[in-house]
């Protein structure tokens, strides 16, 4: 009887599978699509760019602070500070125009803000320590106002803020004691930025340069607000511009940083040192030197949030 024989082993398949060539859709799958992706985020990020940047202008800006609803002016001037610190917004930081309207609306700014803090401190004086600091908050929208406009100011590579920065830091009266503090400390550090910022000016082109001392020199004949900051911004850029004469309410920095250095306010006297770090005057390196041997004298009020 015959036995069953099993099925012949096969051989093994010699060589390689055959390749069949990638298809189209396979092609654009591995190529085309992340293409897009990326394609898709450049286009978005240049966009963004483009409204914070670019397309920012200073009409659309001063429309907005300029509104009289009062959340549509903080967004304006919290936008502006925020925007002016961006490299690509050097067209407006050199905006001599832009930068005299903006000190313009400072100036107002403050003046209601001390106006408001008086009428609000005869209302409140008899009130409890605690009921007094809960009623300042009400001037929380216009302290922030003044706040960024004076931020803004400081990022500006021309230095018509330099009046009213120093007329904060040496504003030592408030009735609120915690906002004006906080107040003084940030106009001294945006007086800093600007002392630092202005040296961008001699980085312009010449023709930006001639154009902007051109501007300033005409708004200096005025006897107005506009006319003080484009005098102090002479006297800084090129004082050679300045019209003969006409040297009224002109500011020096040195002196209002040495002022401050004997505040009280140990913390502003540590801003104070670093700010004179960036602005010349003969009175810069002895309150440097005054500074160095500071003992911590004084008070240091603690503003642990936003009042």
Known sequence: METPQSPPIPEPVKGLPPVAPPSGRFIAQLFLVPGMIVLVAVLMLLAFRYLVGGGYSPDSSLKQLDSDNADIRWRGASDLAQVLKRPESMHLKSDAAFALDLAERLRSTLSELIQEEKKLHEKIAKLPEQDQQKAWKKLAALRDHARFLAAALGDFVIPVGVPQLCEIILHDDSPD???????????????????????????????????????????????????????????????????????????????????????????????????????????????????????????????????
């Open 177 to 307: 004691v915690k906002g004006n503090t906080l107040r003084r400390r940030q106009a001294v550090w945006a007086l800093a930025n600007l002392g630092e910022n202005t040296k961008g000016f001699k980085k312009l082109p010449l023709d930006k340069q001639a154009a902007i001392l051109e501007l300033l020199v005409q708004e200096a004949d005025a006897i107005t607000d506009r006319g003080v900051g484009a005098r102090n911004a002479l006297q800084y850029l090129d004082k050679t511009k300045l019209p003969p004469g006409n040297t009224a309410f002109l500011v020096e920095v040195d002196k209002v940083l040495a002022q401050a250095a004997k505040d009280d306010d140990r913390y502003l006297r540590l801003q104070v040192a670093l700010a004179l770090n960036f602005w010349d005057g003969p009175l810069v390196e002895p309150t440097l030197q005054m500074l160095a041997r500071d003992n911590g004298h004084g008070t240091l009020v603690r503003i642990e949030e936003q009042d």
